[in-house]
């Protein structure tokens, strides 16, 4: 099984970037497709992204189209969610996850990390 670290949360002015990481244990790490979801106070976790196992294959909510790019090394058991032009409604708690590549269901990801805080101010 897979265990999960995120990192890289902070606080930011709008417009500017951060670079999530989720750092993963396990031999495994390869063979999984990755997500990213976020959960803003008193709202449901929702999609942001997934990664297929080989990075070949991407896909994102409407919502980050364009300003987020998601990324892996394999070699260093990392998945990683570049963030630019940041607006104050993408705070929320950012966390990775292992699913599947087509879904954007929470329910079908497993293998949750804790979470890394990212606050955008106006």
């Known amino acids: 099984q897979v265990q999960l670290v995120e990192s890289g949360g902070g606080l930011v002015q709008a417009g500017e970037t951060l670079r999530l990481s989720c750092a993963a244990s396990?031999?495994?790490?390869?063979?999984?497709?990755m997500g990213w979801f976020r959960q803003a106070p008193g709202k449901e976790r929702e999609f942001i992204a997934t990664i297929s196992w080989s990075g070949s294959s991407t896909y994102y909510a409407d919502s980050v189209k364009g300003r987020f790019t998601v990324s892996r090394d394999n070699a260093k058991n990392t998945v990683y969610l570049q963030m630019n032009s940041l607006k104050p409604e993408d705070t929320a708690v950012y966390y990775c996850a292992t699913g599947p590549l087509r879904s954007r269901e929470v329910a079908d990801f497993r293998s949750w990390g804790q979470g890394t805080q990212v606050t955008v101010s106006s």
């Open positions: 396990g031999r495994t790490f390869s063979s999984y497709a």
